[in-house]
């Protein structure tokens, strides 16, 4: 069976909702239907048929060429198939995402990946801030599945996050995993000041150390622990790097004490200290 | 009682009655294979009988570092139990006490089974609220710090309602000797087959017995149709020149593993033949009105 494919015939005038075009709500459609919906965020129409020439396919497999910055939404609640972004996405890409498959090649913009709550969402290049955050006003974050990001990821990376494993192989902003309520959020590059604030639960690792770190972070030692080692191989097929981080010797630091204490930050540098 | 012949060795014309059970694996692993046997025979010990154990236990095989969820060496252990209720307790009692306790040990579900068994779920509570929860994909695991680091856990274990307990076979030879080396060669080669424990003693029971007794309140008694030395007394099963009985009980995650296992250990006593092993196989039954699940030793022949 051959994938849908829409190429991006131009880069639009204005910003796009993508949206409607996850692998769900375009099964059993028609390319004449397909071509018809509309994905304008301003008063000018915009439909698929003007923006994009269509290739048709099964739904199940979606592949989105030539994309720019200006789609935003891209898989926003996708429930399950794969869709393909050749290129870069705006903002919340994977937003709330249930199940499948989302595969961005170039970049994408802020809030990807949140409240996402399963499958796999993966970004060749780089991440906005607030990757797998909370909008204004929502309790949690990430609530389950995985986001990978090869490159690096802005401020507040897994803000709020509550189940789920955040991998990014680049670097990460200021304030990464901040306020995280369970979950792993592995960062194989250096990672900004104050990672982990105000963190209750959850499970931060910094391959390469961090600028400043909160003193309500307490030293427990460097450990080789089991529970990492079977994290490593359970995430091996999505990260080698991040899979050979959490096999490394590592600094256990508990907190944030200023909040319920219950989470950790392991350190991959000054494991001599 | 009809028989028949193989290769000298006298094979009656009956069957192996056996019962419905429900049973779970669990994999036990540890920085070395020495130390993840170690926490498995203590935990599968004291487990011969449901009548005084709660649950039959054993180890099913052991696994190389390859074979293992967290790349160690490790041990499947195999639990059996009348109820799912029991069974649960058990699990509970057993790797909290055994697994737990033993150095470097991890335990996770060996058996993906239609129904699930609280494993960590139960067990986080040690971890007096510095457990941690991990969840990746669809494997949830518990992290429980302890005095050697910590103790991993998966959250649940697979149970299944399909398993079978009770298979066996009666081993009848000449001499106590000659008998122990058929029940033994029968021993070694149900422990190969896949899925299935003989839980007494290195495999071998010794005292099998009837159900009730002259006596009040004693569920079960010696099997005197079986005893040797009551032959003469009672109504017995045995021939003249029988002088020794040992029985092999075997309990399957499946009917078809016990079955399996019940021809390897037929074969096995076949192959050593009567002039150094046993001269006749038997199986217990009650009738076959007891146990749904019946194994004519004329089917597994070698």
């Known amino acids: 069976m051959t994938r849908l494919t829409l190429t991006l015939r131009q880069r639009p005038s204005q910003r796009l909702d993508l949206s409607p075009l996850v692998p769900h709500l375009l099964a059993g459609k028609s390319a004449r239907q397909i071509e018809r919906i509309e994905l304008q965020t301003t008063r000018h129409r915009a439909a698929v048929g003007e923006v994009f020439r269509l290739r048709m396919g099964d739904a199940e497999q979606i592949c989105i060429e030539g994309s720019c910055e200006r789609l935003d939404y891209v898989g926003r609640e996708m429930a399950g198939g794969e869709l393909l972004v050749d290129g870069d996405v705006g903002i919340q890409a994977g937003r709330l995402m249930t199940g499948g498959r989302l595969t961005v090649l170039g970049n994408a913009g802020p809030w990807a990946a949140s409240g996402m709550k399963s499958g796999v969402l993966q970004i060749a290049g780089t991440a906005g801030d607030r990757l797998a955050g909370p909008l204004p006003g929502e309790i949690s974050g990430m609530r389950g599945g995985i986001a990978v990001v090869r490159g690096n990821a802005g401020e507040r990376a897994g803000d709020r996050m509550r189940r789920g494993t955040i991998i990014i192989e680049g670097a990460a902003g200021p304030y990464a995993g901040a306020r995280m309520i369970a979950g792993t959020l592995i960062v194989s590059g250096g990672a900004g000041p104050l990672p982990g604030f105000l963190l209750k639960r959850g499970t931060i690792v910094l391959g390469s150390g961090c600028g400043a770190l909160s003193p309500t972070f307490v030293d427990c030692g460097v450990h080789q622990l089991l529970a990492n080692r079977y994290m490593a191989a359970m995430i091996e097929h999505y990260s080698k790097s991040a899979a050979r981080l959490m096999r490394r010797p590592l600094r256990r630091l508990a907190g944030d004490m200023a909040v319920l204490g219950k989470g950790e930050i392991f350190l991959g540098n000054g494991t001599d200290v | ?302």
């Open chain 2, 1 to 302: 009682m009809p028989a028949v012949t193989v290769k000298g060795m006298r094979i009656d014309d009956t069957f192996a009655e056996a019962f419905g059970m429900r049973a779970t694996a669990l994999i036990i692993t540890a920085d070395s294979a020495r130390w993840a046997r170690q926490a498995a025979i203590i935990m599968t010990g004291m487990a011969t009988s449901v009548i005084g154990c709660g649950c039959e236990a054993g180890i099913d095989r052991e696994l190389t570092s390859k074979q293992t969820p967290d790349g160690r060496p490790g041990i499947r252990v195999l639990l059996f139990a009348v109820s799912t209720a029991e069974l649960q307790k058990q699990v509970q009692t057993r790797v909290g006490q055994c697994v737990l306790t033993s150095p470097s040990s991890a335990c996770y579900s060996g058996l993906e089974g239609e129904e699930s068994l609280r494993l960590g779920d139960g067990l986080r509570y040690f971890g007096d609220g510095w457990q941690i929860s991990k969840r990746v994909g669809a494997k949830h695991f518990w992290r429980i710090p302890v005095m050697d680091g910590e103790f991993v856990c998966e959250a649940s274990a697979g149970l299944t309602k399909k398993a079978v307990g009770g298979g066996n076979l009666l081993v009848i030879g000449r001499t106590a000797q000659t008998t122990r080396a058929a029940a033994e060669a029968a021993a070694a080669a149900i422990a190969k087959v896949p899925d299935v424990i003989a839980p007494f003693p290195g495999g071998i029971v010794r005292s099998g017995s009837k159900v009730g007794s002259k006596y009040k309140g004693v569920s079960a008694s010696t099997n005197d149709a079986y005893c040797p030395t009551l032959r003469g007394a009672v109504k017995t099963a045995l021939d003249h020149d029988a002088g020794s009985v040992l029985e092999i009980v075997i309990d399957g995650l499946t009917s078809d593993a016990v079955a399996a296992a019940m021809r390897a250990g037929i074969a096995a006593i076949v192959k050593l033949g009567p002039k150094r092993g046993a001269t006749r196989i038997s199986a217990g039954n009650y009738g076959g009105k007891l146990g749904p699940h019946h194994y004519y030793l004329r089917k597994l022949l070698p």
